[in-house]
């Protein structure tokens, strides 16, 4: 499975973005497909994550009500549309697909996602 992030930039707060994620490879319906970032002397963290499938979709406490991920399998995309950017959204957004068998309730957990996307860059300014 190979990831590629595109969609990243500047942009100033309480504006919006939208995420990328080109997919190539095996396509598992149960696979989950997750936003991750880091920002500069953080570890990364879990930012939302949906099965390629569809259905429900899990976010950070942090991001819940400004984030919304989807997914477009016709072209075997993933999405993380943001609105209502703050200048602590700031950070290197990246990609990531499980193997196809992690449960729900560990699908925030960062190591659960063996495959990851190169990432791309976001800054809020304020």
């Known amino acids: 499975v190979q990831l590629q992030a595109s969609g990243g930039g500047l942009v100033q707060a309480g504006g919006s973005l939208r995420l990328s994620c080109a997919v190539s490879g095996p396509t598992l319906s149960r696979r989950l497909m997750g936003w991750f970032r880091q920002s500069p002397g953080k570890e990364r963290e879990f930012v939302a994550t949906m099965r390629r499938s569809g259905g429900s979709a899990l976010y950070a406490d942090s991001v819940k009500g400004r984030f919304t991920i989807s997914t477009d399998n016709t072209k075997n995309t993933v999405f993380l549309q943001m609105n209502g950017l703050k200048p602590e959204d700031t950070a290197v957004y990246y990609c990531?697909?499980?193997?196809?068998?992690?449960?729900?309730?560990?699908?925030?957990?960062?190591?659960?996602?063996?495959?990851w996307g190169q990432g791309t860059l976001v800054t809020v300014s304020s």
């Open positions: 990531a697909a499980d193997s196809g068998s992690t449960i729900w309730s560990e699908a925030k957990t960062t190591t659960r996602y063996v495959y």
